[in-house]
């Protein structure tokens, strides 16, 4: 069987771990939303438009890096077991995969959308003959604990700089995790945004064709939809803007006028002044000293890191520091 999957989140557990997250985040102060909600279909697709943006040089940086670097380091590392924390349509993951030049490996997929998961296993299969998929349909944060133990060297994938939107307590609880999958001569690859200019920063969460002020609106369609909320998405003004102190980007929904919000299933009246704001994302930025150090918290070492010319994003290769590793990674660019 090349294709196995394991749903330990479905639909039922998303909604009641949804309507928790909510009730913690509009029953307090500064009221919150997790990000992670942005993205049903229309906010997939939003995102998806975000990506292409002339402001937002994330995405076609890292797909630069990985272009750049998929050969060298899947010839350095040959692994043989490859884990990706918020999969998707594993569109970054497929340039590796091809870089490897055959040879039989197992795709491990975690992610909470099954049928994106399943679409994206279909296409990787009918491309790869030598490809197996084992896919966890599950929040990474929760249920890394059912990836399967490893097949071979283990290459573990973080990318598109995710990570950033968990703050530091949350970061290290899972690099932890993350850590509990790694053996001799296995390697984590994680992508991180990197602290610039706070004009290029904050272009890119405020694009002039307004997309990503459509794209944090509309988590307050998902929760009207998935909750019974009332929320009016059009009172609310998109607010992002650099922290330098947190080194991070703060994206916030403010009401352009008093609002009075019912949350029907939760049984939750917010009221909410111009004021006053609902915070939906953070998206922290590092550098090169503050990736080791985070990953060392967590029992990691940085054996590689990959910038672009103008250091805007990196990748970082990681390995196990507990045990001697095996030295195989490409250096440090």
Known sequence: ????????????????????????????????????????????????????????????????????????????????????????????????????GGGALRYTPVDVDETTVAASAERLLAEDPALQV???????????????????????????????????????????????????????????????????????????????AAFNRNILRVVNRSLGADFQPEAFRHHAWYNAAESRIEMHLVPETRQTVHIRSLDLTVRLEPSESIWTESSYKFTRASTRAMLAAAGLRLDAWHTDVDKRFALALAGPTSRAVAARAPRAA
């Open 1 to 100: 069987m090349r294709y196995r999957v394991e749903v330990h989140a479905d639909a039922h557990t998303r909604l009641k771990a949804m309507a928790e997250d909510v009730l913690r985040g509009l029953g307090t102060r500064p009221r919150s939303l997790p990000p992670k909600y942005f993205y049903d279909a229309a906010g997939s697709r939003l995102f998806d438009e975000i990506t292409r943006l002339p402001e937002y040089y994330l995405t076609r940086t890292e797909d630069a890096l990985l272009d750049r670097l998929a050969p060298a380091l899947m010839r350095a590392l040959e692994p043989r077991d490859v884990v990706e924390l918020g999969s998707g349509f594993s569109l970054k993951t497929r340039r590796l995969l091809e870089a490897r």
């Open 134 to 212: 084992h896919a966890i349909i599950g929040d990474f944060e929760r249920h890394l604990v059912h990836v399967p133990a490893p097949s071979g060297r283990r290459l573990v994938l973080f990318l598109g700089s995710t990570i950033g939107n968990l703050d530091a307590p949350a970061r290290q609880a899972l690099l932890a995790q993350v850590r509990s999958l790694l053996h001799r001569g296995d390697r984590l690859l994680v992508g991180v945004d990197l602290v610039k200019d706070v004009a290029v920063l904050e272009a890119a969460y405020n694009d002039a064709a307004g997309v990503t």
